[in-house]
């Protein structure tokens, strides 16, 4: 790679400290955190790297969380599992296997450097109170030796703003957030999981930190993410591909087209604007209360189409791909090789595993730390990544008026 990229990133290490003046006294993430705001829960314990969070609205706790993760060079923070309760007196529904981001690909528009920055295998940086925030703590990952003295991770809890508003009343969603930063040279790779009060899960990637050198180059941040969606466990899912459409010639008639993804094969489907392409994994041994199969959607969230046009281990960029569970399978590169074109996997009623590629393109600005042809600055974050989404898993809108119930 790049010495000069390596170097900066080195030294940005080196100036990371412990920031606890901005947390008050203690080492960071000790004593108790404060709810947000009265009626707002209390951060979950972390206990050997499982955090359950409860949700409360109209003073009780409704729904809860519970989350797995770890830690791990190169791939940064990742999800070992999730499970959800849409009422406290059901039993925990697992929504998430391995979840994890796969790769973070730099192409630079002049066409070299081209980074691979999972692949080089970057550290994460540690984490102070500073990070953490005043409703958040540093969490250190027990089962990483590399990290059991150095946290790396901070748990949050924030308020997402209004869930809903109608002439009743209006409700503030909450969310648990679990990121940590690849420190990857000279940039830092915010990797961001929030699980919502809804049952919503946001996947973040953002980058910030420095320029590689004070030229103006333009470049893409490519956020690849591979996700064991385990619907009510692993297997009995079902992938669909989601399509708005709407002909022209003056016919006014619009409809949204389900279907069954790449003819219930594994494959690769590319995103369309006009189409708004989403993806659905549904089980239907699951069942809302109006006896409606359970679902959840992945919604993209799109800067635009990254396409590049480069030879090998490039070959396999496309927007969305769908493969069976294959454990020990995180690279990306790999996906044209893994699927039999002669006999591809059914990606009905299986073990699946969702691929997407989230971009964000970065063309550097004064903004960004740049004074006379000199870096004077550090680059403010840049968000890409997408939502799953639940569809016909609650009876009604959840947390609606509990205190009408």
């Not at 000069?4 to 960071?28: D, N, V, Y």
């Not at 790449?262 to 239907?284: C, P, S, V």
Request: one cysteine or more; hydrophobic letters at 35%; aromatic letters at 10%.
């Amino acid at each position: 790679m790049n010495l000069s990229r390596l170097t900066f990133g080195l030294s940005l290490l080196l100036l990371i400290g412990p920031g606890a003046a901005a947390r008050g006294q203690g080492e960071p993430g000790e004593g108790n955190v404060p709810p947000i705001a009265p009626g707002y829960p209390k951060l979950g314990e972390n206990q050997g790297n499982e955090i359950i969070q409860h949700f409360t609205s109209g003073g009780k706790d409704q729904t809860a969380w519970k989350v797995q993760w770890g830690t791990r060079s190169g791939n940064g923070l990742f999800i070992k599992g999730a499970w959800y309760k849409r009422a406290l007196n059901e039993d925990w529904l697992q929504v998430l296997g391995d979840a994890r981001l796969a790769e973070s690909f730099v192409p630079y528009n002049k066409g070299n450097p081209r980074y691979w920055d999972v692949k080089l295998n970057f550290p994460l940086a540690v984490a102070s109170a500073a990070d953490a925030g005043p409703f958040g703590r540093v969490v250190k990952d027990a089962s990483n030796p590399n990290s059991k003295n150095s946290p790396t991770v901070v748990q949050e809890i924030r308020d997402r703003g209004p869930s809903w508003k109608d002439n009743l009343g209006v409700r503030r969603g909450q969310e648990l957030t679990l990121w940590g930063t690849l420190a990857a040279g000279n940039y830092r790779y915010i990797i961001q999981y929030s699980f919502c009060d809804d049952g919503t899960i946001c996947f973040r990637l953002g980058a910030t930190g420095h320029l590689l050198t004070p030229a103006r180059d333009g470049h893409m941040h490519l956020g690849i993410w591979r996700v064991h969606v385990a619907l009510g466990g692993k297997g009995n899912n079902s992938v669909y591909s989601m399509e708005h459409e709407e002909p022209a010639g003056g016919n006014l008639k619009a409809r949204t087209i389900h279907q069954v993804f790449n003819k219930g094969k594994e494959g690769w489907m590319d995103w369309d604007a006009k189409k708004f392409t989403m993806l659905r994994i549904k089980n239907e041994d699951i069942k809302n209360g109006q006896n409606l199969p359970t679902s959840y959607d992945l919604m993209p969230l799109r800067h635009g189409n990254s396409r590049h046009y480069g030879q090998g281990e490039e070959a396999f960029l496309h927007d969305f791909w769908v493969t069976i569970n294959r454990p020990n399978q995180f690279r990306p590169e790999e996906l044209p090789k893994l699927i039999n074109v002669e006999e591809p996997a059914s990606v009905v009623n299986a073990d699946v595993v969702l691929w997407h590629c989230a971009a964000a393109h970065h063309n550097p600005r004064t903004e960004d730390g740049l004074m006379n042809g000199r870096l004077s600055g550090a680059i403010p974050v840049m968000w890409s990544g997408f939502d799953l989404r639940p569809f016909d898993l609650h009876d009604r809108t959840p947390l609606y008026h509990p205190y009408k119930n």
